[in-house]
């Protein structure tokens, strides 16, 4: 499993800078991407980076949020500013496409308005 963390309660505009150690071979072998889910919502996947580091987002989060991985220490980043009520969600990395295998609890993100 993949453990996201740094998750948290923050107000409207803050930011929140989410972590997810991986292995090496899950790292140089596939793209990687943060998904979030939120109560009654379809999970979405918000944040997409290759192994060459081409980044891609989601209409919902383009400019404010910012996927990064450190290939040293095989961990993936995600900075998220100006954050909104409506980011409120739980958190999850994963490989792009989605492995079930490697699916962890992820991390809470709560934005209050």
């Known amino acids: 499993q993949l453990q996201a963390s740094g998750g948290g309660l923050v107000q409207a505009g803050g930011s929140l800078r989410l972590s997810c150690a991986t292995s090496g071979r899950i790292f140089s072998i596939y793209s990687m991407g943060w998904y979030r889910q939120a109560p009654g919502k379809q999970r979405e996947l918000v944040a997409r980076?290759?192994?060459?580091?081409?980044?891609n987002y989601s209409d919902s989060v383009k400019g404010r949020f910012t996927i990064s991985r450190d290939n040293a220490k095989t961990t993936l980043y995600l900075q998220m500013d100006s954050l909104k009520p409506e980011d409120t969600a739980v958190y999850h990395c994963?490989?792009?496409?989605?492995?079930?295998?490697?699916w962890g609890q992820g991390t809470q993100v709560t934005v209050s308005s």
């Open positions: 980076i290759t192994t060459g580091g081409d980044t």
């Open positions: 994963n490989t792009v496409p989605l492995f079930p295998t490697y």
